[in-house]
């Protein structure tokens, strides 16, 4: 996976190209502005990518480049007006709920 940013020539990978800082899902719920739940919710779906650091399951670390597809997915479904603004009060990712109509 990162091979490509490995050095082969004996330097060490932080002379070179260090591996990026993965993060905890605590770190990705503070840049998203939500709860970390909401962040579990969102891997439990699938939805975004993470790795599985240490033994017995490991500790679960998102990849900022992982973190950055997910926004852009989310951007890219919510891109559906002219000016490329997502409806007031819509959360990202969601279609705006309707209300029933009452009679």
Do not use: W
Not at 44 to 65: F, S
Request: with cysteine; net charge positive.
């Amino acid at each position: 996976m990162f091979n490509d940013s490995m050095p082969t020539d004996g330097s060490s990978a932080n002379e070179r190209s260090p591996i990026p800082r993965l993060m905890k899902p605590g770190e990705v719920a503070a840049a998203l502005s939500c709860s970390v739940r909401t962040i579990y919710a969102v891997i439990a779906t699938g939805d975004l990518r993470t790795v599985r650091v240490g033994q017995g399951g490991g500790a679960i670390r998102v990849h900022p480049a992982d973190l950055a597809a997910y926004v852009n997915r989310l951007r890219g479904a919510d891109d559906q007006s002219p000016d490329g603004r997502r409806p007031a009060g819509s959360p990202p990712g969601r279609p705006r709920a309707r209300r029933p109509e009452s009679s």
